[in-house]
């Protein structure tokens, strides 16, 4: 019989998520596809199943190549899947997209001195 495992504890051994209710959480909240379908934190996994996962605003779409319910070193997790050509290239398009916005967002020196609050009061005023 060929071994499967729960979804939430997989997801947590490939160290797609820091703990196992945060792994319950995202796939409870529609963040986890099996297939194209959203499923429940108790569905089992087996080898070859195909995930779509969600994360920290990144899209993750991954092959289950081996299971296990151990959480191990980063080493080994990263064997436990393999991620699509085309899921690897549009998360890297999304983080220069980001790295781009950070760097037109203009920084600020924190908050204003009192000085500073004094002109922003008057203006306001005169306007």
Do not use: C
Not at 31 to 36: C, I, N, S, Y
Not at 40 to 65: C, H, M, N, W
């Amino acid at each position: 019989m060929d071994k499967v495992i729960r979804i939430d504890k997989w997801l947590w051994a490939a160290r797609f998520f820091k703990t196992r209710p945060l792994a319950t959480a995202a796939v409870s909240g529609g963040k986890v596809h099996l297939g194209g379908q959203r499923v429940k934190p108790g569905r089992t996994l087996k080898v070859g199943d195909s995930l779509q996962i969600q994360r920290a605003g990144f899209e993750y779409d991954v092959e289950v190549l081996a299971l296990t319910d151990k959480r191990g070193p980063a080493t080994a997790a990263a064997q436990l899947y393999a991620e699509t050509e085309v899921s690897m290239q549009a998360r890297e398009k999304l983080r220069e997209i980001q790295k781009l916005a950070a760097l037109a967002t203009p920084q600020t020196e924190g908050r204003p001195n009192k000085k500073q609050r004094r002109h922003i009061i008057r203006f306001k005023q005169d306007n």
